[in-house]
């Protein structure tokens, strides 16, 4: 090795202790002195703090009733996914017109029908899995139509004010007055009762429920000082109204999606037992409708539809209760 080499090589080496010693210093001084600020330090705490908020917001999720709640839906989300490879009987075979041909209605559990049939010699586990499909529709459907409209009309309403707020809520006010099942018995024979039909009537007479809800919330955000500042710098109505309000005040709405969701399966499994559902589809209320006046043999018929109605939702339930109390800063408890 060189003299040249040699030296090169110790200034390395000095540069290299002097750049550690002075990475030593600046790091104590960070964290002893409150008042004296580094720019690599505070991006490393900086991010640091980012990866810890992040957990703590998931652990919040991570509640024994939510945990629950998650995988009782989800069992009913892989049955419906699955529903192919979980029965023989494809769909065509447990819902009119067709009538199984060797079918015993009413029959107790066998090898060939575990949970038994039901009305026309139709399976109960097969109608269960194709029934875990519909439900999720159900579930969602009316739900989406309700909050979407809810949040447009209830932003409008709260944001313009005057005479635009009053007729939205007096409009809302009156569709208050009507019990939404017996709205949906009066409408569904007129309009049809094809599941869609039904689907589509359920969420558009959600939506004055959620006009109210979204206004109020829209009101609390509409008096913050970045929404004036908006208006002042001559931003355009609509980009103030669901650029600026809408994101910042859409939180409770998504946190009620769930609850909604439950609310949904519970509301639209009671009209199908009431004989106002689609018979032509597999839903866990028709079946429990087609053991209406029949003798205790049938009862096995209703009863495993109705447990998989309360699994879908008690599911949605909780995990709408998981996620307020993950979500909602007003319920949070600092231990």
Do not use: C
């Not at 703590?56 to 998650?70: H, S």
């Not at 023989?88 to 066998?110: H, K, R, T």
């Amino acid at each position: 090795m060189t003299e040249q080499d040699i030296t090169i090589e110790e200034r390395d080496y000095k540069d290299f202790s002097v750049s550690g010693g002075k990475k030593w210093v600046r790091l104590l001084k960070f964290y002893l002195l409150p008042a004296w600020r580094d720019p690599e330090f505070s991006a490393y705490e900086n991010e640091i703090e980012k990866i810890k908020s992040k957990r703590r917001v998931f652990r919040r999720f991570l509640t024994p009733l939510t945990i629950i709640g998650f995988l009782m839906v989800l069992y009913i989300v892989i049955l419906a996914v699955y529903g192919p490879f979980l029965t023989d009987i494809p769909l065509q075979e447990v819902v009119p017109p067709y009538i199984p041909p060797d079918g015993v209605p009413f029959d107790d559990p066998s090898p060939e029908h575990p949970l038994g049939t039901t009305l026309y010699g139709y399976d109960v586990y097969a109608r269960i899995i194709w029934g875990a499909r519909t439900s999720i529709g159900m579930a969602f459907i009316p739900v989406i139509i309700s909050m979407g409209g809810g949040l447009i009309l209830g932003t409008i309403s709260a944001y313009f004010g005057g005479i635009v707020d009053y007729l939205m809520m007096r409009f809302a006010d009156l569709w208050y007055s009507f019990p939404m099942l017996i709205l949906i018995i009066i409408l569904a024979p007129i309009i049809g009762q094809d599941l869609l039909t039904t689907l589509v009537i359920y969420g558009v007479l959600g939506i004055p429920y959620n006009i109210r809800f979204m206004r109020s919330l829209v009101l609390q955000v509409k008096q913050f000082d970045y929404v004036k500042a908006a208006k002042t710098g001559g931003a355009l109505k609509f980009k103030v109204m669901f650029k600026h309000i809408v994101p910042n005040s859409i939180s409770p709405m998504i946190i009620t999606f769930f609850g909604g969701a439950a609310g949904t399966v519970l509301g639209l499994a009671g009209l199908a037992f009431l004989g106002f559902g689609d018979p032509d589809i597999a839903t866990w209320g028709i079946d429990i409708n087609w053991t209406l006046g029949r003798p205790m043999t049938a009862i096995a018929a209703a009863i495993w539809p109705g447990i998989f109605i309360g699994i879908t939702a008690v599911g949605f339930m909780l995990m709408g209760d998981g996620v307020r109390d993950a979500l909602d800063p007003r319920l949070t408890i600092q231990k």
